[in-house]
């Protein structure tokens, strides 16, 4: 089977394209972990060890460090990562951070 550059089968019209899925399923797979980070905060030091002894600006320093490094490879880690940065925009997350650390 022929694939064009969109990676979607040649010859198919129907629905976006494979990419386009793919982004929208990644973007919902976020989405999902960020809210559950919110809703069980304690997470968080799965993705990073000793999390819970840092603030929520120390946590937010600490993403932004990690998912500049060079570390693509790793799909999980990046996913985490995504999901923890989405979680730390909303201040919901910041509440329940705050009252789970006490």
Known sequence: MAFRPDFSPAGTTSGPPLAARAAGAVEAVIKAGAAQLIAEPWRVSRIIRGA???SCEA?????????????AADFN????????????????FVASWRAWRG
Not at 59 to 71: C, D, H, K, S, T
Not at 77 to 92: G, I
């Open 52 to 54: 819970e002894s840092l």
């Open 77 to 92: 880690l990046c996913l985490a990562l995504a999901q923890l940065a989405r979680a730390l925009e909303r201040p919901a």
């Open 59 to 71: 946590l937010r320093m600490e993403v932004a460090r990690r998912r500049a490094l060079p570390n």
